[in-house]
């Protein structure tokens, strides 16, 4: 199984930016897929996930702002994110776990069992 996240960069507060992660080794279709993001000197941190249903889940710092999608023509996730803040400067990981993770599982890093290399995102102020 393999995980390919691209996209990241450098913008300015206010921007956008689209990450892809492109799934591989697996079945995407019914896979949940989900973004996770980690800071400099913090801990890994659960940001959107998307399951089998197209049903979405967010954190609450991201949600409003951010927006998680699949195409699985593609099998290929996304995360739009918008109104970009410096506090969301972080390496972006896309994981890849069973369609049976319930809601109160998806910001568990165990339960992943595919992660990407990352991609960093850096937002100036």
């Known amino acids: 199984v393999q995980l390919q996240a691209s996209g990241g960069g450098l913008v300015q507060a206010g921007g956008s930016l689209r990450l892809s992660c492109t799934v591989s080794?697996?079945?995407?279709?019914?896979?949940?897929v989900s973004w996770f993001r980690q800071a400099p000197g913090k801990e890994r941190e659960f940001v959107a996930a998307?399951?089998?249903?197209?049903?979405?889940h967010y954190s609450s710092s991201v949600k409003g702002r951010f927006t998680i999608s699949r195409d699985n023509t593609k099998n290929t996730a996304y995360l739009q994110m918008n109104s970009l803040k410096p506090e969301d400067t972080a390496v972006y990981y896309c994981?890849?776990?069973?369609?049976?993770?319930?809601?109160?599982?998806?910001?568990?890093?165990?339960?992943?069992?595919?992660w990407g290399q990352g991609t960093q995102v850096t937002v100036s102020s």
């Open positions: 080794g697996r079945t995407f279709s019914t896979s949940t």
């Open positions: 998307i399951r089998r249903g197209y049903m979405t």
């Open positions: 994981a890849a776990g069973s369609d049976r993770l319930i809601v109160s599982s998806l910001d568990l890093e165990d339960k992943y069992d595919s």
